[in-house]
């Protein structure tokens, strides 16, 4: 299976930059889409980005223009650099990846275990 881990929150003032790395491990026959999600307490966890294989591109509308995603030539670690933060952005920010089980040969969802990003005003 994959394992993700994730590293690179913290506290930041507003308009303040961050960039978050999510760390792959392990083995599948093939890995599909990676992206960042992020929750706040009493809400649904929200697409923050995601990144194809390919490397094509989608985001959600409140970070568009001010965060962007990408992934290593390698597809073993992806990014969220995440710049003109706001209060609003305030989340546990999680790492995603799809990918094909070798056990099931069956495509599934990993989660990392989340990192804290805190924007003050």
């Known amino acids: 299976q994959v394992q993700l881990v994730e590293s690179g929150g913290g506290l930041v003032q507003a308009g303040g930059s961050l960039k978050l790395s999510c760390a792959a491990s392990?083995?599948?026959?093939?890995?599909?889409?990676m992206g960042w999600y992020r929750q706040t307490p009493g809400k649904q966890r929200e697409l923050v980005a995601v990144?194809?294989?390919?490397?094509?591109?989608n985001y959600g509308d409140s970070v568009k223009g001010r965060f962007t995603i990408s992934r290593d030539s390698a597809k073993h670690t992806v990014f969220l650099q995440m710049n003109s933060l706001k209060p609003e952005d305030t989340a546990v920010y999680s790492c995603?990846?799809?990918?094909?089980?070798?056990?099931?040969?069956?495509?599934?969802?990993?989660w990392g275990q989340g990192t804290q990003v805190t924007v003050s005003s």
């Open positions: 995603n990846a799809r990918f094909i089980a070798i056990a099931t040969c069956r495509l599934t969802d990993s």
């Open positions: 990144i194809t294989s390919g490397g094509s591109t």
């Open positions: 392990g083995i599948a026959i093939s890995i599909d889409d």
